[in-house]
């Protein structure tokens, strides 16, 4: 059974930071890209970083370029999201979720989610 179990969010200041971290089981976690998406109520899931499955490779959107960056420990089949500067636009609940591909979508059903909430 697969279970991706996010964590690390809370409430911070905006310029502050937080570390994102998703515990995943059930599936070969190595052999797979994974990738953190974030959403707000009312609108749509938005993919925020996704990184290669050796973790040589990573890639993120504009929107977080430079201040947020992806890594993985494929040994404790964990994925990070280490957010710095984070702003008030950057709350949201964040997910994690493997993928066969760069283009292709979320492989597993959502866990929980962690909450962050960039605020004064």
């Known amino acids: 059974q697969v279970q991706l179990v996010e964590s690390g969010g809370g409430l911070v200041q905006p310029g502050g930071s937080l570390r994102l971290s998703c515990a995943a089981s059930?599936?070969?976690?190595?052999?797979?890209?994974m990738s953190w998406y974030r959403q707000t109520p009312g609108k749509e899931r938005e993919l925020v970083a996704t990184?290669?499955?050796?973790?040589?490779?990573?890639r993120v959107p504009d929107s977080v370029k430079g201040r947020f960056t992806i890594s993985r420990d494929n040994a404790k089949t964990t994925v990070y999201l280490q957010m710095n500067t984070l702003k008030p636009e950057d709350t949201a609940v964040y997910y994690c979720?493997?993928?066969?591909?760069?283009?292709?979508?979320?492989?597993?059903?959502w866990g929980l989610g962690t909450q962050v909430t960039v605020s004064s």
């Open positions: 979720n493997a993928k066969l591909s760069w283009n292709a979508g979320p492989m597993y059903s």
């Open positions: 059930g599936f070969t976690f190595s052999r797979y890209i």
């Open positions: 990184i290669s499955s050796t973790g040589g490779t990573t």
